[in-house]
């Protein structure tokens, strides 16, 4: 059975991977030469999935 430090150390864990994906992302998202779908509300890049709203 699964203690709770183990828990905890592996959600520290998850945590750090969680960042670094995202810092992935990001880094692939801002280099991406977008390529948009429009909807009346948003716009997300077919290749990197950035979404952006166009509402305000």
């Known amino acids: ?3 709770a430090v183990d828990i905890q150390r ?3 864990e998850l945590q ?4 670094q994906l995202k810092q992935e ?3 692939l998202q801002h280099g ?4 948009f779908i ?3 509300y948003m716009q997300m ?3 990197c999935r950035m979404t ?3 509402s305000w």
């Open 38 to 40: 429009r909807t009346p």
């Open 45 to 47: 890049c077919r290749k």
């Open 52 to 54: 952006e709203s166009l």
């Open 25 to 27: 992302l990001s880094d």
């Open 16 to 19: 750090r991977r969680l960042e």
């Open 1 to 3: 059975m699964r203690t």
């Open 10 to 12: 592996d959600m520290q």
């Open 32 to 35: 991406c030469r977008h390529d």
